[in-house]
C-alpha cells in the first residue's frame, strides 16, 4: 500500500505541475481538433442574354469600356451571369472557366480560364458574368461556367444556360445536360 500511496502523490504533483503551466502559459494548451471543414460550392441562377453588344455587357456587368474600339463594343455575343457560392476553401485559390459547347456536337468550341479567386472567408457568394462573341451561321451552342480547384484537377461546382444560337439564328438541337440541376 505504501507504494501506491507514493505513486498517487506523484501523480498527483504531476498533474499539479501540468495544470499550473496550462493556467500560466493557456497557448501551450493542446487543441482539440477540428473536424475538416465542409466543403462545397454552387453555381446558381445562371441566366442568359443571348444577343448582347459587348459594350451592352460591360454595362450590365459595370466594368470600364475605356480602351475598346466603337468596332469592339458593338460585337454581339453571348451574356451570362450566375451566383458562385463557395464554402471551406478559405485561402485556396479556385480557377472560374468558361466553354462554350456546341450542342448538336457536344464539342468544346470555345474555353476560357482568366478568373482565380482566393476565399477570404469560411464561406462567400458572389455574382460573376462572362461573355462571348456569337459564332457564324446558325447554331446551338450552350455556355458552361465551371469551378475547378486545380490541386485536385477537378470541376467543384458546374451550371448551364440554355441553348442560344449563332448570328445566323438557332440550329435545332436537344440541349445537353452538362451539370447537376439545382
Known amino acids: 500500500m505504501r507504494l501506491a500511496k507514493q505513486a498517487g502523490v506523484v501523480v498527483g504533483l504531476c498533474s499539479a505541475v501540468v495544470?499550473?503551466?496550462?493556467?500560466?502559459?493557456?497557448?501551450?494548451k493542446p487543441e482539440?481538433?477540428?473536424?475538416?471543414?465542409?466543403?462545397?460550392?454552387?453555381?446558381?441562377?445562371?441566366?442568359?442574354?443571348?444577343w448582347t453588344k459587348r459594350g451592352q455587357f460591360l454595362d450590365y456587368s459595370d466594368q470600364s469600356k475605356l480602351g475598346f474600339t466603337k468596332q469592339q463594343l458593338?460585337?454581339?455575343?453571348?451574356?451570362?451571369?450566375?451566383?458562385?457560392?463557395?464554402?471551406?476553401?478559405?485561402?485556396?485559390?479556385?480557377?472560374?472557366e468558361r466553354?462554350?459547347?456546341?450542342?448538336?456536337?457536344?464539342?468544346?468550341?470555345?474555353?476560357?480560364?482568366?478568373?482565380?479567386?482566393?476565399p477570404s472567408a469560411d464561406k462567400v457568394s458572389h455574382r460573376w458574368w462572362d461573355w462571348a462573341p456569337l459564332r457564324h451561321g446558325r447554331g446551338s451552342y450552350v455556355m458552361?461556367?465551371?469551378?475547378?480547384?486545380?490541386?485536385?484537377?477537378?470541376?467543384?461546382?458546374?451550371?448551364?444556360?440554355?441553348?442560344?444560337?449563332?448570328?445566323?439564328?438557332?440550329a435545332r438541337a436537344r440541349t445537353p445536360r452538362l451539370c447537376e440541376r439545382q
Open 32 to 50: 482539440p481538433h477540428a473536424p475538416p471543414p465542409d466543403r462545397s460550392a454552387a453555381i446558381t441562377g445562371v441566366v442568359m442574354n443571348p
Open 19 to 28: 495544470g499550473l503551466v496550462f493556467v500560466f502559459f493557456p497557448g501551450l
Open 144 to 170: 458552361v461556367i465551371k469551378l475547378l480547384d486545380e490541386r485536385t484537377r477537378a470541376a467543384i461546382a458546374c451550371g448551364q444556360t440554355p441553348a442560344f444560337g449563332g448570328r445566323g439564328g438557332v
Open 99 to 118: 466553354q462554350i459547347v456546341d450542342a448538336r456536337s457536344g464539342d468544346v468550341v470555345g474555353q476560357t480560364r482568366d478568373f482565380r479567386v482566393s
Open 74 to 96: 458593338a460585337e454581339v455575343g453571348a451574356s451570362a451571369f450566375a451566383r458562385v457560392t463557395i464554402a471551406g476553401f478559405r485561402g485556396t485559390t479556385l480557377t472560374l
